[in-house]
């Protein structure tokens, strides 16, 4: 008998975090032949089945000992259809930063919603988690809980940090919350909606101790000698914010250090083409000692000794990977003065947030100059006894967030479905 599942998954992150469950899953039964993905790289967005015709998905082996198949099927990126996810649309739609983009395709996203909520309700889902992207998945949530589709959501809003008031709606939308998180549940606690802390995927997946001289060899990089990992995001806004001033700050370091080599990880081929025409525009640019990688983030922050970086899930990564770091982050205006109104705590970036205290500088909007980051980072990278003190807070938070986060979810979610 096979159990369908909605999901919903918005960016890159979101992509990480779902796959990771999706594996799990197919690991519980390792004879079960893998499905190929359907297609999503196009943007294109895929007609409806005929009235009356369920929609089809792979099957992915649920760890239920009779051997239940799982069918999983909604909005997803490459690493879930790459573990049997079927993917009505992409998840790169739902890559929206801030007020001022998301107004402008905001009917296309209300659209996609009301037919993907009829979509699963005609297939019919069983359940379904929506993985972060809390804009776009609390309504969906909240339509198909009322249509009796038991709902998880996967990631927690930021309700700790901004728009407290969202806490009504999460009562309305989620049957259980799935955390990642270990400060999470006693909020959750308090307002009386069930909740397990489950922790962190990428704290599993990352090693505790990464292999630097393994990861410069694969990037073909010196073994010696100082590299700087630039990281303005993944998505067109946060870059099109931040790549020029954070190499504005790399010709600084550069004129200051001509030994030192810089990396620049891009999320995809979009903006590889973005950040490559970016460069092309300024000579100094050009000249930097600077590799432009396709992907590999992660082997940037396991071959970097130091990294200036997008506020974001990626702050966390080189938490994880153990790499000292200065956060910036800069949005449009209107964006910025909507959410500082709102903004609850004095730190942005994910360590801090963690640590509840500034473990690492971090700079926003108009703060963020390329003369302030740069100087950022020389001073970080003087300090040689504090950058020693960052590493050992956050093998600290990592021992906290490495919970087997994929196994937690995937039984929570088959332990309310029993």
Request: proline share 7%.
């Amino acid at each position: 008998m096979s159990t369908r599942i909605g999901m919903v998954a918005g960016e890159a992150s979101g992509d990480l975090l779902a796959a990771s469950v999706l594996q799990y899953w197919q690991q519980q039964k390792p004879r079960q032949a893998a499905v190929p993905p359907s297609d999503a790289s196009s943007s294109d967005i895929p007609s409806d089945p005929a009235p009356g015709e369920a929609a089809s998905a792979p099957d992915v082996m649920s760890p239920a000992s009779s051997g239940n198949l799982m069918q999983t099927a909604g909005i997803g990126g490459p690493r879930m259809q790459a573990a049997g996810f079927d993917a009505w649309w992409p998840s790169d739609l739902l890559a929206v930063h801030g007020y001022a983009e998301a107004f402008k395709v905001l009917p296309k996203l209300l659209w996609i919603r009301r037919q993907l909520a009829q979509r699963l309700l005609d297939w019919p889902a069983r359940g379904f988690i929506g993985v972060d992207a809390p804009d776009f998945n609390l309504g969906l949530e909240t339509r198909l809980r009322a249509a009796g589709v038991r709902t998880w959501h996967f990631v927690s809003p930021s309700i700790w940090a901004w728009r407290r008031e969202r806490i009504e709606k999460i009562r309305q939308a989620a049957d259980h919350m799935l955390l990642i998180f270990p400060f999470e549940e006693a909020i959750y606690r308090e307002a009386g909606i069930p909740a397990t802390y489950c922790g962190h995927p990428l704290a599993d997946q990352i090693p505790f101790h990464p292999d630097q001289g393994a990861a410069r060899a694969e990037l073909g990089l010196a073994a010696q000698g100082t590299v700087i990992a630039l990281m303005p995001g993944s998505r067109h806004a946060e870059v099109e914010h931040l790549a020029p001033v954070f190499l504005a700050a790399a010709v600084l370091l550069h004129r200051q250090h001509p030994d030192w080599h810089f990396i620049l990880p891009a999320a995809g081929d979009a903006r590889h083409a973005q950040l490559r025409a970016l460069i092309d525009t300024d000579p100094a640019w050009q000249k930097l000692p600077l590799q432009l990688l396709h992907g590999q983030s992660h082997t940037a922050l396991a071959a970097c000794d130091q990294t200036l970086i997008a506020s974001g899930t990626a702050t966390l990564e080189a938490a994880l990977y153990k790499r000292p770091m200065v956060i910036a982050y800069r949005m449009s205006p209107f964006s910025y003065r909507l959410m500082k109104g709102r903004n609850y705590q004095p730190w942005f970036g994910l360590p801090n947030i963690l640590a509840g205290e500034f473990l690492v500088p971090e700079f926003i909007q108009d703060a963020a100059t390329p003369e302030v980051l740069a100087r950022a980072i020389s001073q970080q990278h003087d300090d040689a006894a504090g950058c020693d003190r960052l590493r050992t807070r956050f093998a600290a938070m990592h021992h906290e967030l490495a919970r087997d986060c994929a196994r937690r979810v995937a039984d929570t979610v088959m332990n309310d479905l029993a």
